[in-house]
């Protein structure tokens, strides 16, 4: 499994090395953009609208908008400063609370911590602690340049830390449109509700469901194979420089030249004269 980061969790004076592993991983199925005239998959360049030429990585700075068209540069040297200042190797447990006063909303990412050598025992003792307390651990950490808020809980005998969002990540409810605020609903609309919500609740197991889309379009795409119904991309042509062309016909000549096998050629060996008894 692939370590995604590498440095320590502490909870007081209890420090702990561990690694990161990624938790989840999408199953989409990436469907790539072909040139319908020749089957070729389809580049896409970096180009300037004004100087209608294409950019290169060296000539591309970073910027944040901070009103329509105007910018605040920011050079690369200032933003590595910045990452290493904030990017400190430790995720600090910072509190306590309990599961469910976090509502899945601010739930963004999770991931299995494993401890790194010499750190059993302590990861024990943190998993030990977290399960029979029946609390989380609050922490901060900073992945890829981004700080993010944690959680830190048991998941089947795993210490399992999930990335959630800060509060003004979460987009306020209020400015959702058409939210019915004044309907209301009769006591035998409610009761039938109930009734129906009742008859379809069952005990979660996430083995049964499953991507039917996913599914059945990795058997359409199976199909079309054992069809033959598949199409091979055009190469590009690699046009030699100037002048090339001729060098590179002399160099076959030369060797085609060379390949014609010769007629191996037989020494006759010689006999050394006998020996006077």
Known sequence: MHTVWKGSISFGLVNIPIKLHAATESKDIQL???HKACNSPINY??????????????EIVKAYEYAKNKYVVLDAEELENLRKENEDKAVEIIEFVKLKEIDPIYFERSYFLAPDSGGKKAYALLREALSNSGKIGVAKITIRSKEQLAIVRVYHDTLLMEAILFPDEVRNTAEIPNMPSTEKVTEEELDLALMLIEQLTVQFEPEKYTDDYRTALLELIEKKKAENATVTATEKETKL??????LMSALQASLDKTSIKKKPTTRKRKTKPKKEA
């Open 32 to 34: 790539r953009q072909l």
């Open 45 to 58: 360049k970096k180009t300037c609208p004004v100087c209608d030429t294409e950019v290169g990585n060296e």
């Open 241 to 246: 420089p100037s002048g090339m062309t001729e």
